[in-house]
Each structure stands twice: as C-alpha cells, then as structure tokens.
C-alpha cells in the first residue's frame, strides 16, 4: 500500500464521517414517509431514500477527491488510475428502511492499491457511528472497541443474514442456520450486514457469516473488524476479499469451531 501522511488520512476520514452523517440525517427525514420504490427483484428494493442518500455522498467524495474511483450499489463504478477506490452502500437495509424498522446503516470504505484501508458506518437511527483506520484501531463514536473474548460456540450470539432470492444459497443458509442454532446461545437475523459486522466489532456479536454479499455490504465494516483484533475469511478459512461471496467474521476464538460447520454445508 502506497503512504498515506497523516495529514491526508485525517482528510480522508474526516470526509467519510462528514459524508455518513450528512445522509443519515437525509435518511432520518424520509423514514416512515412515503417512498417511490423500485423492485430489482422478489424483495430487492431500491428506494428514492437510496438514490438520493448516493448521490450526496458521492458528490461530497468528488468535491474532496475529484480523482477518485467510486464503487457503489446503484451506479457503474466511477473509474479512475488514482489507486483511491471509495466502496459505498448509502444505504444498507433498505427493506427494514421501507418498513420502519431502525436497522439500516451507512456504509463508506476506502480502499487503496487493492487493500481495505478505511471504513465508516452510521446507524442514523442511534447516533452509533463505527470507524477505523488501518493500523489506528477501531473506534465507536470516538471510543476503541474490540471484539468479545467469548471462547466457546455454545456460550456465543451470532448474526447472518439471507439473500433476497430464493435460490441455492438462501436454502444452503437455512441449514446452517439450524446447525448453528443449537451449537450456540442465538443467532440474530437483523437484515443490515454492515451493522451485524461492527456490532460483532464492538463485542455485542461473537461471530457471523453470510453467503451473496457484495463489495459494499463489506467493505467498510471488514475494516472495523480488522482493527478491533476481529477474524475474516470465506467459509473455507482462505483469505477475506471483500469481492468474494462468502463472509465469515469471528471473534478470533470461536473461528475454528465456526468452520467445522461451514465446511460440511
């Protein structure tokens, strides 16, 4: 990874949180009001909330950094050979958002030459803004966090989550779902996978996992996990990406016990 002086990584912090906060209070404005709403498949939506919330905050990106790549959910990926490449949900749980359920997030990442080096998420709805810089540790409005030292399965709460369509996957989770469930004390099931991933930072989660999730879903969170002494890799225990389809984060201690279940799906 290319350096970064800490002039420039205060700037790029400072705009990821400015940017986060700024649409979590565009969000706060628009839930439970009446949306447009497109459907990109059976439970795939996209709101007015989500158009408006990405185009904030990649105008704010552009303004600071006008060089830079952006990747988000809802638009062709802005290119660019800066090396710079900003991984954005604007808003993460849509469909909780559209029913007024509060867990829903914003999530900024940034990655540099090919690796993770910051990431941002807000939950609008409680003021919780996660954060962390790579090699700076983990942050939870302004205060280190870290993950749980739970050493056990059976005395774990764990979090995943499903895709929108009913195809291989979603039936492959349901049975991994069930053999958690009676290996651990609760699996969580909160629908914003950015959320479930700091809250597994912060210590509130002891591990987590989750087939279909894309770039943005991840990126920013993989960052916090990282940095808060957390563990990520596929469902293989090969290395994390955040481009691949498998996600699973622990606690560190309860890694191995979560593979020999993931394994045998």
């Given amino acids: ?3 970064i002086d800490e002039k420039l990584e205060r700037k790029l912090l400072n705009t990821a949180l400015v940017a986060a906060q700024a649409v979590g209070k565009l969000l706060i404005k628009k839930l439970n009001t009446t949306l447009s709403i497109d459907f990109k498949g059976r439970a795939n ?5 989500d158009h408006a919330s990405e185009n904030l905050i990649i105008e704010m990106i552009q303004h600071e950094f006008p060089d830079h790549q952006i990747l988000t959910e809802e638009r062709p990926q802005i ?7 900003w991984i954005i949900d604007p808003l993460d749980g849509t469909t909780n958002f559209v029913h007024g359920f509060p867990m829903f997030a914003v999530s900024i990442g940034l990655e540099i030459a090919g690796e993770m080096f910051l990431g941002v998420v807000l939950h609008p709805t ?6 962390a810089i790579r090699g700076r540790g983990a942050f939870l409005n302004k205060k280190p966090i870290f993950v749980s030292s739970t050493e056990k399965l059976s005395h774990s709460l764990l ?33 914003a996978a950015a959320l479930d991933l700091c809250y597994l930072a912060c210590g509130r989660y002891d591990g987590f996992w989750e087939f279909s999730l894309h770039p943005w879903d991840v990126a920013a969170a993989s960052v916090i996990i990282s940095e808060a002494g957390g563990f990520l890799s596929d469902f293989q225990g090969e290395a994390f990406s955040v481009y691949k389809c498998e996600t699973l984060a622990t606690n560190g201690k309860i890694t191995h016990e979560m593979l020999d279940i993931l394994k045998i799906s």
């Fill in 79 to 85: 290119e660019s050979n800066s090396g710079f490449k």
């Fill in 45 to 49: 939506m996209v709101t007015e909330a």
């Fill in 1 to 3: 990874m290319q350096f």
């Fill in 159 to 191: 979090a995943t989550g499903f895709p929108y369509e009913l195809d291989a996957s979603f039936y492959r989770n349901m049975e991994l779902f069930k053999r958690f469930y009676v290996k651990c004390q609760g699996v969580r099931r909160p629908g």
């Fill in 126 to 131: 409680t003021g919780e803004i996660f954060s």
